[in-house]
């Protein structure tokens, strides 16, 4: 359950109530991770906390929590180790609604705020579960997706003639905590099922109900026939036909 009070604090004690702008990604440790492991855990001595040869973001009551905000790949080793002791559950921050901010390298200078014509969903998580599918059946393993608003810095390094296009990410600052859609048992990705599909569909169909696009669509049925949510009944062309098992 979200404890937008609980939130606003940790990410005050990250960024400051007056924080000043120029200031921002100062931090060796990036704002969006830094604020979700002082949310889930406010207890700096439950955090950093080596176990075996790696370092766990939190480890509390028996359990470890990582926050993950890109490349899954990387926590392979990690999960080999963990997941034989404890219950690990790997949070990923997804950005719901953005505001992007350019900031001029040789100035200093910030542009104005502009909202991002891109809104995200718990879908886009799906291309980094893909990358620990392994992993995925675990009954030690819980994914935790949480949607935030937030503001994203970039700098104005591009190789466009604007420098926007190929530019590098400065920071993100998250503003509100929206929605955590939770994993804890493989029937849970039934939630990534559309309503509205037919009993028998293709990933086409299965995007459109989504409202993806078609190799997102390709990716997620692939986790789903994975984790045994659908199966392949036959082919219509080169595309594979499914349907869900659960009901």
Known sequence: ???????????????????????????????????LKNYYEPDEDRQEIPIDNYVADIYADGEIIEIQTRQFDKLRGKLS???????????????????????DEESGELSARRKSP??????????ELYKIKMFLKDPNLRIRLVLLDM????????????????SSRYDRIPLELVEEVEITRLEDYMQFVPYELEDIFTSREFA????????????????????????RVGKKGNQYVYTVLYN
């Open 1 to 35: 359950m979200i404890n937008q009070e609980k939130f606003d604090t940790a990410r005050k004690k990250i960024i400051g109530v007056d924080r000043q702008r120029l200031g921002i990604g100062t931090l060796a440790e990036k704002s969006v991770h830094a604020i």
């Open 81 to 103: 180790c963990f997941l034989a002791q404890y219950p690990v559950t790997i949070v990923y921050p997804i950005p719901r609604q953005k505001w992007l901010i350019w900031i």
């Open 118 to 127: 891109v809104k995200g969903n718990p879908y886009m998580a799906f291309a």
């Open 208 to 231: 459109r109900a989504a409202h993806i696009p078609v190799p997102l669509a390709q990716t997620v049925l692939h986790i789903l026939y994975h984790v045994g949510i659908v199966t």
């Open 151 to 166: 503001e994203e810095y970039r700098l104005l390094n591009g190789w466009s003639k604007d420098r926007k296009k190929g």
